[in-house]
């Protein structure tokens, strides 16, 4: 067993019991300096992240290594060495600060170290200070159970290399001293780690933060646990593909919105994801991983699958529905184990949301796809029935006011508490409008096909106000697409001048807090409206 720390500094002899007999005559604790350092320095050279982790001191790029022949031996202090100072101990274990000696060892301490000298009593003998251990040297506990006279000064040696914490634990001791943190002791012997960081600049930071801020929410929506903002995000650590896809996404819309124009950077993380992709698409370990490729998983795994890859499967549903509307397709991803059922009463949001764009995939689905029956058209307005009576009351509005054409408010103000309400509420209107467009019943000859075909297009245009006014008076920015969608849908069935100029001012409004222009869009509109080109020059100028 170690030698005391009370017998040390007083050089007598200490015996092996767990109270040292000396120790027990004088009333004092008998404090044992039984210390080890593990995972203390990097024994290489080439530091790795787990490296930076483990452990605590690394040597420099710079440092000499040393080729030794044979068979090295490190002679420590055995416990016979009653007579051997504090310092001539401390000096002989340096070892124990790389992990080499077996024995639990005080920290080590380098000749240049600082001494202190407390009061001017000759009981008090002179202590180097540890400095390569976090915590208060163990020393300094000991010396607290040391009689001495209260010092008048404290004397201190190469102050200006005192490391900071050794300082402070001296004026624990009842001394004012003044401390110098301007120095690092560490920084001085070794020299500070570079860490392996994901990203390589200050601007790909930038980029990053500017995917979790304003991007993330577009793809998040529905989706409590937030998988794009946080933990893809997190992953993207650890997955250069994944990263680069969160650059190249950002750039793009950064240089947008910023108004720089600047698709460089954009480009080149592009390219840089298409030389990663594609030969990891050949790869099936890659193919399966819950990064980067993902949506190319088979969509009939998705409740098996993780809740990343689930997300994504909803991501990519969403965006299925939007070019089914626009280019009037049917969806053609697989719905199979996408069931709900449709009584449950569940209080969880997202489940209700993603109800919507199952039935929006599978009114594309019927508008658009083989099977155009009667029967089954009564089954989808039926199913959209349950929907809006189950649903939580939480998904009403919690703001509407009527649109009011006579004081220029072309479209009705519908406000939201969330986003998922927001969302749900624009995918059901679309379901309403596709119904209502390809309304079976609708007679395509006789008396009654204009006055039909005119109610059918007043209810079909009172969706696409709906639709627009929840874009504007909401911050869901995805919303203003759905209602773009909308409008392409119906474009020719707005006649009022004064409706179609807010329209445009509506589309405008989108392109700038987008940052994805639609000028073609607005081009059509204006064509199909019958704007004549001194009328489309004026407006484009003003």
């Known amino acids: 067993m170690a030698k005391c720390a009370g017998c040390r500094v007083r050089h007598l002899i200490c015996d092996t ?18 210390v080890r350092f593990r995972h203390l320095v990097c024994p290489s050279d080439e530091i790795t992240r787990a490296d930076c982790t483990k452990y605590k001191f690394f040597f420099g790029s710079d440092q000499t290594w040393i080729d030794t022949n044979g068979t090295i031996q490190f002679v420590t202090e055995s416990d016979s060495s009653a007579d051997a100072s504090p310092t001539d101990e401390l000096e002989s274990n340096v070892f124990d600060a790389v992990g080499l000696d077996v024995e639990p060892r005080p920290a080590p301490v380098e000749q240049s170290s600082p001494k202190f000298v407390l009061g001017s009593t000759s009981q008090t003998p002179a202590v180097q200070a540890s400095v390569l251990d976090d915590g208060p040297p163990e020393y300094l506990a000991a010396l607290e159970q040391v009689p001495y006279d209260p010092p008048g000064s404290v004397l201190l040696e190469d102050a200006s290399e005192m490391p900071a914490h050794s300082l402070q634990e001296v004026s624990q001791l009842g001394e004012k001293l003044p401390t110098d943190t301007s120095v690092s002791y560490l920084e001085s012997v070794l020299p500070a780690p570079e860490l392996e960081c994901p990203l390589k600049s200050l601007k790909e930071g930038k980029l990053l933060q500017h995917w979790v801020t ?53 480009m080149t993380y592009h390219d840089k994801c298409l030389n990663m992709i594609v030969p990891m698409l050949s790869d099936p370990d890659h193919a399966n991983d819950d990064c980067g490729t993902s949506i190319f998983f088979h969509p009939e795994a998705t409740y098996n699958s993780s809740q990343l890859r689930r997300a994504v499967f909803w991501l990519h549903l969403r965006q299925e529905i939007y070019n089914a509307f626009l280019y009037q397709r049917s969806v053609i991803t697989d719905l199979n184990n996408c069931n709900f059922e449709f009584e449950n009463e569940s209080e969880n949001d997202d489940m209700w949301f993603h109800q919507t764009l199952y039935i929006a995939s599978l009114v594309s689905k019927w508008a658009f796809g083989e099977e155009t029956s009667h029967a089954r058209w009564y089954e989808l307005c039926k199913m959209m029935d349950v929907w809006e009576s189950r649903r939580p009351t939480r998904f009403d509005p919690i703001y509407f006011r009527t649109r009011d054409p006579t004081n220029s408010r072309y479209f009705p103000e519908v406000c939201y508490a969330t986003d998922e309400h927001v969302a749900a509420a624009h995918f059901f209107y679309l379901s309403k ?25 007043k209810t079909a245009l009172s969706y696409v106000r709906n639709l627009v006014g929840i874009a504007v008076c909401n911050n869901f920015i995805v919303a203003r697409f759905t209602a773009t969608l909308a409008i392409i849908i119906c474009d020719s069935w707005f006649t009022d001048r004064r409706e179609q100029e807010a329209i445009l001012d509506f589309m405008r409004e989108t392109s700038r807090c987008s940052g994805w222009t639609r000028q073609n869009v607005q081009q059509a509109l204006l064509e199909e409206w019958g704007w004549k080109e001194e009328q489309i020059r004026e407006r484009s100028t003003s």
């Open 214 to 266: 304003h991007l993330a929410p577009w793809f998040d929506v529905g989706d409590s646990k937030r998988h794009f903002g946080k933990i893809a995000t997190c992953m993207a650590a650890s997955s250069p593909l994944l990263m680069t896809v969160i650059l190249a996404i950002a750039a793009l819309h950064h240089s947008r919105v910023s108004g720089q124009s600047d698709l460089y950077s954009a």
């Open 433 to 457: 409008l596709l119904l209502t467009t390809h309304d079976p019943n609708l007679p395509r000859i006789g008396p009654r096909m204009k006055s039909a075909t005119v109610e059918m297009q």
């Open 17 to 34: 019991q767990s109270t040292c007999a000396e120790c027990e005559k004088s009333g004092r604790d008998c404090v044992r300096l039984n």
